[in-house]
């Protein structure tokens, strides 16, 4: 990756340092814009573009933005505010554009009330109005998602021609799903000439909330979470991988008794080194990550001949060595040895079974899965897309030299489609193993905020993001006092409106294809997304809002489909009013007990609330992947690793004091609820895992419908697996499973180690 310290991981950090952050912009006491300011024609336009022009920040400080950098964030999304006439000109043709519009949107979304009897559309959601012009005659026809057509003259749909706004009014039993609705003017044109006279919309039918799962509506249900390419076994390549994780799941349900396990991202990386260790910057949240393959259980493995077996057991036995070994993986040496393993299997004949069933994987996959595997040929053959002067940014799909590529490497390109066929299939089992073993969820997928800027998804579909000028990131808060900037382009609202949030709804629906649950990083960005101009430093960005009804509209629909479950991740700058919203469509929240502080103090040492003031409708925690384990934190080992890495903006004495007052508001919790005796709090060192262990207790006492344990805590570990803010200084995303003496915990050793075992007692 080019620049990597410039990228950080988008997940909430957890510092107890009680600064406050900085803040961009004009700060005071007032709480709204002030006519005045509301009244300029760039604010004005502004907020017509769907830009926010001031924020509340995590203290509860108002903020304006800047107008540079509005001109800058409105320029992404295509609207020129570089002059006083760019700013009239483009005003008004945002309102010429709103005043023709046959339809309001080009996505419309209804929802269905699916906890009642009739599973009906309510009467104020089925009613549509159309802009049309008086004397106009509508016409329509919805097309549902199985090809089934309803016309307006068939009685189906029926507009309201008798009142001079015209509506449409639709059938209160349409199934959930995306449909498609197209209005036409069939009258004389001059009865609106300067009317649309056509217009069509995705309609997007969808439950009004997502249901819980029976098995997890009638009683508490916990899990573990872990990285997945942490725990590995002797079958491994240096790194855990699928194979691993069916193993892992499986035992975690028959042998500690746990209903879920949520691993890190599992979206597509590089085709080949140097790999991203970072899950969160993946270069397609659409595909998966095939370096987790276990060339071992693909089928044609058992069926190779005597001389490939050799050389692809040899290739494993120049990595699996790794397997025993506490330092941070070779991501880039595993990956080398396996991916010319698999090349040996790929070119291995396959039954005709078989290779129908590779033929009906690229045809459901579509049109992405070539754009992928034309990205991987073009990232083999001519080179990394960050190097100077790559192809990224000369080439595109239209491009001759694109097709003659793929031409010349189709067996490369075949070989990237069938990669992903195989991590298909190892995933799928994997979800498949964990549900038979008596999980009631399986796996809990989690979805990265974005997708790097040089990857398949932005090379092949530009239009898709709001590319070049802007990346996604975070005002300063408790956590980040300078901000973050995730180094991702964001999605372009105008598309996603414009295509019915087509990739969106794909991206959803593959995961939940694997998965039970999907955990969403950062769902903040459901609703809006801070939006950094190039050169303006993380702090200087602006909020750019998004439809988050169409998107919990497409998260009901696929979790209900696979009758899952969606957790949003709601720590740092969260308002009130989002976790409200995400409540009501049944999205549950993340609470999390090293900041579940009474009345969300920021202050290091402040009281914990009691485990009975937790929501009920969230996921509880004792910890996050971004600090270190439990053990490692109570021991401080946050305060070694960020002064020793030079992150600290105070002095260090200050930073192990909060922490230390942050440790005795825990013991002091835990104490005064009868989960720690006072014997065992005075004496950190001696009695860590009785203390990790009421940690996790008090979580029983929460009302939170999910609960989740850390496999690291169950070990023991004290390595930080991630330390927010580094790249290249820490090895993030590359800490092996240990114990607490820095042992290798392997994948078939995990759920015989008592540690493990004391911990699942305490949370079943």
């Known amino acids: ?157 029926m507009p309201d021609l008798n009142s001079a706004d015209r509506f449409l009014t639709l059938p209160d039993d349409l199934p959930i799903g995306y449909h498609t609705l197209h209005v036409e003017l069939t009258d004389d044109e001059e009865a609106g000439a300067n009317a649309e006279r056509e217009a069509e919309a ?33 079958d491994s390549w240096g790194v855990g991988d699928y194979g691993d994780l069916k193993r892992l799941a499986a035992d975690a349900a028959a042998k500690s008794g746990a209903d879920f396990m949520l691993i890190n991202p599992v979206h597509a990386g590089a085709p080949i080194p140097p790999l991203e260790p970072s899950p969160y910057l993946p270069e397609s949240r659409r ?76 045809r459901q996959a579509g049109p992405d899965l070539d754009a992928f595997a034309t990205w991987c040929v073009a990232f083999e053959v001519w080179g990394a897309p960050w190097e100077p002067d790559s192809w990224f940014g000369r080439t595109n799909r239209e491009s001759p030299e694109v097709r003659k590529l793929v031409e010349e490497h189709h067996d490369l390109f075949e070989f990237n489609r069938w990669l992903q066929w195989i991590a298909d299939e190892q995933l799928t089992a994997a979800q498949r193993a964990a549900k038979d073993s008596g999980m009631a969820l399986g796996l809990m997928l989690d979805m990265a905020v974005g997708v790097h800027s040089l990857g398949a998804d932005v090379w092949w579909s530009p239009e898709r993001f709001a590319v070049g000028s802007v990346t996604v990131g975070c005002p300063p808060d408790f956590y980040n006092q300078q901000g973050q900037d995730w180094g991702q382009p964001p999605f372009n609202p105008r598309y996603l409106e414009a295509t019915g949030y087509r990739v969106y709804r794909e991206m959803v ?30 702090k200087g960005g602006a909020y750019v809002m998004y439809d988050h009804e169409a998107m919990l509209a497409v998260l009901a629909i696929e979790a209900t489909r696979a009758n899952g479950m969606v957790i949003g991740e709601d720590l740092g700058t969260v308002p009130d009013y989002v976790r409200r919203i995400l409540a009501d469509h049944g999205v549950l929240g993340t609470d999390v007990e090293w900041f579940a502080r009474v009345d969300d103090s920021p202050n290091a040492g402040d009281p914990y609330k009691p485990p009975t003031d937790y929501r009920r409708q969230a ?37 192990a004091a909060s922490a230390r007052a942050e440790r005795r508001a825990m013991l002091d919790r835990l104490v005064e609820g009868g989960w720690l005796s006072e014997a065992a709090a005075a004496d950190v060192p001696g009695h860590e895992q009785e203390i990790v262990e009421a940690m996790h207790a008090m979580l029983r006492a929460t009302p939170s419908v999910l609960l989740q344990a850390a496999l690291v805590d169950g070990t023991g570990q004290h390595a930080t697996v991630n330390q927010p803010g580094t790249s290249d200084q820490y090895p993030n995303w590359r800490i092996p499973l240990q114990d607490a003496s820095g042992h290798v915990v392997h994948t078939d050793e995990v759920f015989s180690n008592p540690r493990v075992l004391s911990l699942a007692r305490v949370m079943g």
Not at 149 to 155: G, I, P, Q
Not at 207 to 227: D, Y
Not at 313 to 330: G, I, S
């Open 509 to 538: 629906h593959s995961i939940f294809s694997h998965a039970g649950a999907v955990r969403i990083d950062h769902v903040l960005g459901l609703f809006r997304l801070w939006w950094i101009p190039r050169g303006k430093g993380a």
């Open 287 to 362: 595909f998966l990550n095939v370096t987790y393959i276990r060339p071992q259980d693909v089928p044609e493995y058992d069926e190779l001949g005597a001389k490939d077996r050799a050389k692809v057991d040899e290739l494993h036995a120049l990595v699996a060595y790794r397997n025993d070994d506490p330092n941070p993986m070779d991501l880039n040496e595993a990956w080398r040895a396996k991916r010319r393993a698999l090349r040996v299997i790929f070119d291995a004949p396959r039954s005709p079974e078989r290779e129908a069933a590779f033929e009906e994987f690229k």
């Open 202 to 234: 995705t309609l997007i039918v969808a439950p009004k909330r997502i249901a819980l799962p029976e098995a997890v509506e009638t009683r508490q249900r916990w899990g573990w979470m872990t990285q997945m390419y942490s725990v590995r076994s002797r």
């Open 619 to 655: 996921l509880a925690s004792v910890t996050t992947h971004d600090l270190p384990p439990t053990a490692g934190y109570l021991e401080f080992e946050h305060v070694k690793l960020r002064e020793e890495l030079h992150l600290l903006s105070e002095p260090v004495e200050e930073f």
């Open 1 to 157: 990756m080019s620049d990597p310290e410039s990228v950080i991981t988008p997940d909430t950090a957890g510092t107890t340092s009680a600064t406050a952050p900085e803040t961009t912009g004009k700060t005071n006491t007032q709480r709204t814009e002030s006519p005045e300011r509301l009244a300029r024609p760039l604010i004005r336009l502004a907020k017509a573009a769907g830009v926010a022009t001031s924020y509340i920040d995590q203290l509860g400080t108002y903020v304006e933005i800047e107008d540079d950098v509005l001109v800058d964030v409105l320029g992404a999304l295509g609207v020129d505010a570089s002059s006083d006439e760019a700013i009239a000109r483009s005003q008004a043709a945002i309102d010429e554009q709103n005043s023709k519009r046959l339809l309001s949107s080009k996505t419309i979304v209804v929802t269905v009330d699916e906890t009642s009897a009739a599973h009906r559309i309510d009467d104020a959601a089925r009613t549509i109005r159309l802009h049309c012009p008086e004397g106009a005659e509508p016409s329509a026809t919805l097309t549902l998602e199985d090809g089934t057509t309803l016309r307006s003259d068939a009685a189906d749909l």
